[in-house]
């Protein structure tokens, strides 16, 4: 079949782990069986059993994926939020496989390839944006680091022998300050992964707001705090006290030297997820976390 070849979809997986070959295996085939073109990053494709039909490029890159339909990335966390980011740069959407152990940006579980392969190859997904955050490191007035994170930015004290010394500020007027291990700033989409682990509340995909949420904190107030999405929100690190740490989505960071303000407000840039069905965010929270619902029995009919 080659009806669908002008169609190309990227693939990108995290090749240290068998499962991820063995899957990357059944959705190459599938998709060039049904006439699609697959692209693979040429360092990954080494440790891939791969046709000939399949094509390589060199640098990983966003224009990596020009005239690409789809991104397909086969991983856990750590692969799926490195494929956002390859999302955010190109405008490509991302359809994520999982498997690791949570994986609550992924649209589908190792055992649903086949059915992945079917829905990408008769287009029946639909695409959804998620907020991001844009990030600004300042110190003494200027401008000395930029970055962006899908799930949260986080300023954390860089080394395990003394608090973090912050202040928090939220549409530039101050909130509160204590030390602590440090403050994680979230999207809805990251209120399931670092802020959840640090007491954050969960917070439904299509609600747009900003998290604001302390890491073990020394304070009678360190709530997590819910703020508009158009919401500016601030840490400002005390100047007398060791450098701390600003990490994105835990795959970037940077040293936050003394006196360093960190500001996050809504990012200008979504990512695109792809969606193959409507289940409730409800059901996904249920499966992920495997809680407990025996002896429900709904609303009365």
């Known amino acids: 079949m080659t009806q ?10 995290h090749t240290g782990r068998p499962a991820a070959i063995r899957s990357a295996e059944l959705v190459v085939k599938g998709l060039l069986h049904a006439g699609l073109g697959v692209r ?3 360092a990954e494709a080494r440790d891939l059993p791969l ?3 399949v094509e390589l490029v060199g640098e990983a890159t966003p224009q990596c994926l020009d005239g690409c339909e789809l991104l397909i990335v086969l991983g856990g966390d750590g692969t799926l939020l490195r494929g956002a980011e390859f999302a955010r740069a190109s405008g490509v959407p991302m359809l994520g496989v999982n498997l690791g152990r949570v994986g ?3 649209e589908a579980e190792r055992d649903d390839l086949d059915k992945v392969v079917d829905r990408v190859v008769n287009r029946a997904y639909e695409v959804e944006e998620r907020m991001t955050v844009d990030v600004v490191v300042h110190r003494n007035g200027d401008i000395v680091h930029t970055d962006w994170a899908l799930n949260e930015a986080a300023v954390q004290k860089a080394g395990a022998e003394k608090l973090l010394e912050v202040v928090l500020e939220i549409d530039g007027r101050p909130v509160t300050g204590f030390g602590c291990d440090g403050i994680v700033l979230s999207t809805p989409t990251g209120s399931t992964a670092y802020a959840f682990s640090a007491g954050g509340p969960v917070v439904w995909p299509e609600v747009e707001a900003l998290l604001m949420v302390p890491i073990s904190a020394h304070a009678l107030f360190a709530k997590p705090l819910v703020t508009s999405p158009d919401s500016v929100l601030a840490v400002e690190v005390l100047p007398h006290i060791p450098p701390g740490v600003l990490w994105c989505d835990g795959r970037r960071t940077v040293e936050l030297p003394p006196g360093a303000r960190v500001e996050v407000r809504r ?6 997820l792809a969606r193959l069905h409507h289940a409730s965010f409800t059901d996904r929270l ?9 002896g429900w029995r709904g609303a009365p009919h």
């Open 286 to 294: 249920v499966a992920k976390f495997a809680l407990p619902v025996s």
């Open 104 to 106: 609550f940006l992924a």
């Open 4 to 13: 669908n070849r002008a169609r190309t979809v990227f693939l990108l997986a």
């Open 40 to 42: 693979v990053l040429e």
């Open 51 to 53: 046709p000939d039909e």
């Open 267 to 272: 990012g200008a840039v979504p990512v695109r």
